[in-house]
């Protein structure tokens, strides 16, 4: 049976993902004066992911109160091309559903509701999936579905948690194995060493459609792991999805009303590598420190916020031009490794999403390894 919400909380945050559970968390430990309340869809919070982060992409005080959800940290990663393998320096760190609900959810109790489904009727008001409007003095809108039609390609995955039989001897994750069969676009392998015989191994793709390939991923995970020598004494469980990467469009388009979005239906992630953690984790931080009473000045702020956000990671939809429309999709392996041939400084740039004017220009010198008069049609401006 399923309980019924107050008829009024202070803030009410529709759907318990990475954003809406993080925004929830943060607000229940800084802001305990307020009534706070998460309404999520399925049974547990964070549905069945593994987010990352770079040590470059938070601030140390963000990563300490973000401490105990971390299960995984090393103090560098590697990624591998047909040209070499290379090992930067720094330091990376995961975090898993699990985590996130075993703490959050311990943490908020009673405030969070499972098993429901609600839309936002306006800035302080829901339909629960029974039809009952639950108003509130706030409405968060954190549902995790891409809420916008505008380009974009997709970045497919299929992940498998393994406990081996023997070491795998992998001691830092490997975020690109592009070494293996490029079939149906830019195709690498991930890995995250848990422990000695525990490890993530996913096989991604950035390609045209946002189909996952069951069977054939799972095909590539067993040949990688095969050809490693590595036996699999057991599986522990299976992770898969599809992330859009934007190639233009206008940040205007996730928000079409006056309610107040955050995560992904804000618009408010990495364009590129589709990473997402470092904006919730802002996002979390900022709301924590408003006046969460003024529902207006929540909204432009959180609106300003996540579109000053897209027009400053413009360059990284014209990279993703260059990927999915000036390279053909065997050709795309080569665009990202000319990237990793770059300094260290400017990769973990990259992917904190604070890349200088300098940094685009030393990106786009040299020989583009797609056509360049593809390459020229994809530096216009972008369309919606």
Not at 116 to 142: E, M, Y
Not at 151 to 163: M, Y
């Amino acid at each position: 049976m399923i309980r019924s919400l107050p008829v009024s909380v202070d803030v009410l945050i529709i759907g318990g993902g990475l954003a809406g559970s993080l925004a929830a968390w943060r607000l229940a430990t800084l802001r305990p004066e307020l009534q706070v309340r998460l309404i999520e869809a399925g049974n547990r919070l964070g549905g069945n992911h593994t987010w990352s982060f770079h040590d470059t992409d938070l601030a140390p005080e963000a990563r300490a109160w973000l401490a105990p959800l971390i299960v995984g940290s090393w103090p560098r990663h590697e990624v591998r091309f047909p040209k070499g393998r290379r090992v930067l320096s720094g330091g990376y760190a995961s975090i898993t559903s699990s985590r996130v609900h075993d703490v959050i959810a311990h943490t908020l109790g009673e405030r969070i509701q499972f098993d429901t489904s609600a839309l936002p009727v306006d800035a302080t008001s829901v339909t629960l999936a029974s039809g009952v409007v639950t108003h509130a003095g706030l409405v968060i809108d954190a549902r995790g579905d891409w809420p916008v039609r505008m380009p974009v390609g997709w970045q497919t995955f299929l992940g498998q948690d393994l406990e081996l039989e023997v070491d795998h001897g992998i001691e830092a994750p490997i975020l690109m194995d592009a070494t293996v069969p490029q079939r149906g676009g830019f195709r690498f392998i991930y890995v995250l060493p848990w422990s000695a015989r525990r490890v993530l191994v996913e096989d991604t793709l950035y390609a045209d459609t946002p189909v996952v390939d069951r069977a054939a991923c799972r095909q590539a995970i067993a040949t990688y792991v095969r050809q490693r020598g590595w036996r699999v004494r057991q599986p522990l469980g299976e992770e898969s999805g599809a992330l859009p990467i934007p190639l233009g469009g206008r940040g205007e388009a996730f928000w079409p009303d006056r309610t107040v979005r955050i995560g992904v239906r804000a618009g408010l992630f990495h364009p590129t590598t589709g990473y997402s953690l470092a904006d919730a984790v802002a996002t979390a931080e900022l709301l924590a420190r408003m006046d969460l009473r003024d529902v207006n000045g929540v909204y432009h702020t959180m609106r300003q916020t996540a579109l000053r956000a897209w027009r400053n990671r413009r360059f990284f939809r014209l990279l993703n031009r260059l990927l999915f429309r000036a390279a053909d999709p065997g050709q795309r392996r080569g665009v990202l490794e000319q990237f990793y041939q770059r300094p260290e400084e400017v990769i973990a740039r990259f992917y904190a999403a604070r890349l200088s004017w300098f940094d685009q220009c030393r990106l786009l010198t040299g020989r583009p390894p797609v056509p360049v008069t593809r390459a020229l049609a994809q530096l216009r401006a972008e369309r919606s």
